[in-house]
């Protein structure tokens, strides 16, 4: 399967080309220990070379293992191109910040830094060794290299925090999707649904609240007694558990009434639950509840209260449509009520003046 390329991976690629060209053109000005031609043999070299290390990372992107061992080599071949081209002193130590974005933006955080130290380590016991034995110590080195260092330090944790935000907008995104399937899902039911099975609607949304928020256990509480009103019902629990439920959330049916927003709720033997007030404006007054895990996240319970605010919006729409339609039905039977009573009204009034008219006429005769 081809792959397709994404802009960061667009930019790394470019920046590729555009840096070692310009690395390149320093060193063919440059005085060295090379003459013209090597110079402009080892360019050659070297952009073949950037091509096909290029063709890997966008063929074997999502291999984990061909990239680790491709942008090692790849960091391997810079630090021997040291060697024949200065040293500390060539343009091209500047280039390894190339696999380095190859690396924060594809592969973990450890092996980044890993690779990182690893080469100002190599770098410089190499340039210690062959361009300055004994003039000076592997401090004075370091120093005379410092801003090399720190740039890479600051690229590399540059590159690791624009990641970590990549990957929270790619998760916001697909857990937007989600949502938006599953909220056209409930609406579709909800359309579907005839006015007797709106009865069960509680279930639908206690089920979909699971589904939605990926959580083990959910609740629909629907503070009323009425028996047409929709059920309370639960998702996770047993049945025997559901009662006892719902008589706990009984206990809290004013402090319930009085919430606006989603709020935290610590429930004796039942754990935590993050909670919501359906905002309505008919005879109801319900509460949807999520069981939260222990291990569950600050950034996790934002998404989760994100949910419940789009659940409790949606829930509703679908209470309040419930009520009209309920209150349409009273008022169809009451006016074909009031319409048989008013045709045996009319009927019987014009009986009675039937006859009293006939009886009248009787007497006449």
Same mark, same amino acid.
């Given at each position: 399967?081809?792959?397709?390329?994404?802009?960061? !991976?667009?930019?790394?690629? *470019?920046?590729?080309?555009?840096?070692?060209?310009?690395?390149?053109?320093?060193?063919?000005?440059?005085?060295?220990?090379? =003459?013209?031609?090597?110079?402009?043999?080892?360019?050659?070299?070297?952009?073949?070379?950037?091509?096909?290390?290029?063709?890997?990372?966008?063929?074997?992107?999502?291999? !984990?293992?061909?990239?680790?061992?491709?942008?090692?080599?790849?960091?391997?071949?810079?630090?021997?191109?040291?060697?024949?081209?200065?040293?500390?002193?060539? &343009?091209?130590? #500047?280039?390894? =910040?190339?696999?380095?974005?190859?690396?924060?933006?594809?592969?973990?955080?450890?092996?980044? #830094?890993?690779?990182? +130290?690893?080469?100002?380590?190599?770098?410089? /016991?190499?340039? %210690? =060794?062959?361009?300055?034995?004994?003039?000076?110590? *592997?401090?004075?080195?370091?120093?005379?290299?410092?801003?090399?260092?720190?740039?890479?330090?600051?690229?590399?944790?540059?590159? @690791?925090? =624009?990641?970590?935000?990549?990957?929270?907008?790619?998760?916001?995104?697909? @857990?937007?999707?989600?949502?938006?399937?599953?909220?056209?899902?409930?609406?579709?039911?909800?359309?579907?649904?005839?006015?007797?099975?709106? +009865?069960?609607?509680?279930?639908?949304?206690? !089920? %979909?609240?699971?589904?939605?928020?990926? @959580?083990?256990?959910?609740?629909?509480?629907?503070?009323?007694?009425?028996?047409?009103?929709?059920?309370?019902?639960?998702?996770?629990?047993?049945?025997?558990?559901?009662?006892?439920?719902?008589?706990?959330?009984?206990? %809290?049916?004013?402090?319930?009434?009085?919430?606006?927003?989603?709020?935290?709720?610590?429930?004796?033997? #039942?754990?935590?639950?993050?909670?919501?007030?359906? &905002?309505?404006?008919?005879?109801?007054?319900?509460?949807?509840?999520?069981?939260?895990?222990?291990? @569950?996240?600050?950034?996790?319970?934002? #998404?989760?209260?994100?949910?419940?605010?789009?659940?409790?919006?949606?829930?509703?729409?679908?209470?309040?449509?419930?009520?009209?339609?309920?209150?349409?039905?009273?008022?169809?039977?009451?006016?074909?009520?009031?319409?048989?009573?008013?045709?045996?009204?009319?009927?019987?009034?014009?009986? *009675?003046?039937?006859?009293?008219?006939? /009886?009248?006429?009787?007497?006449?005769?």
């Amino acid at each position: 399967m081809k792959l397709k390329k994404s802009a960061e !991976d667009q930019m790394i690629f *470019l920046y590729r080309y555009v840096s070692l060209s310009l690395t390149s053109l320093v060193f063919l000005f440059e005085s060295s220990r090379l =003459i013209a031609w090597q110079k402009l043999l080892l360019i050659v070299f070297l952009f073949l070379s950037v091509t096909l290390f290029t063709w890997i990372y966008r063929k074997y992107r999502l291999h !984990d293992m061909v990239l680790k061992c491709c942008i090692a080599l790849e960091t391997a071949g810079i630090i021997l191109l040291l060697l024949p081209t200065g040293g500390m002193d060539s &343009p091209f130590k #500047w280039y390894v =910040i190339t696999p380095m974005l190859v690396a924060c933006a594809h592969l973990s955080m450890r092996y980044s #830094w890993t690779l990182l +130290l690893s080469y100002i380590g190599l770098v410089l /016991t190499f340039c %210690y =060794i062959f361009f300055t034995p004994g003039q000076y110590f *592997l401090w004075d080195t370091v120093l005379q290299n410092a801003n090399l260092f720190l740039v890479l330090i600051v690229t590399t944790m540059a590159m @690791q925090v =624009i990641g970590v935000m990549k990957n929270e907008l790619k998760m916001a995104k697909e @857990q937007a999707n989600e949502t938006m399937e599953h909220i056209k899902s409930i609406y579709h039911i909800m359309e579907t649904t005839s006015h007797n099975e709106a +009865l069960n609607l509680g279930q639908v949304i206690s !089920d %979909y609240t699971v589904k939605l928020t990926k @959580q083990s256990r959910a609740f629909f509480w629907l503070d009323s007694q009425e028996e047409d009103a929709p059920e309370s019902s639960q998702t996770g629990w047993t049945v025997e558990e559901e009662e006892q439920l719902f008589e706990e959330l009984g206990n %809290y049916r004013e402090e319930f009434r009085e919430e606006r927003e989603p709020f935290f709720r610590h429930l004796p033997e #039942w754990g935590d639950f993050l909670m919501i007030t359906v &905002p309505m404006t008919t005879r109801f007054v319900a509460t949807i509840g999520l069981k939260l895990g222990p291990d @569950q996240s600050l950034t996790g319970r934002r #998404w989760l209260v994100q949910q419940l605010i789009f659940l409790a919006e949606l829930s509703a729409v679908f209470l309040e449509r419930y009520e009209l339609e309920r209150i349409e039905n009273q008022l169809i039977v009451t006016n074909e009520q009031n319409r048989i009573a008013n045709e045996m009204h009319d009927n019987v009034s014009q009986s *009675l003046f039937g006859i009293v008219y006939a /009886t009248h006429s009787l007497r006449q005769t």
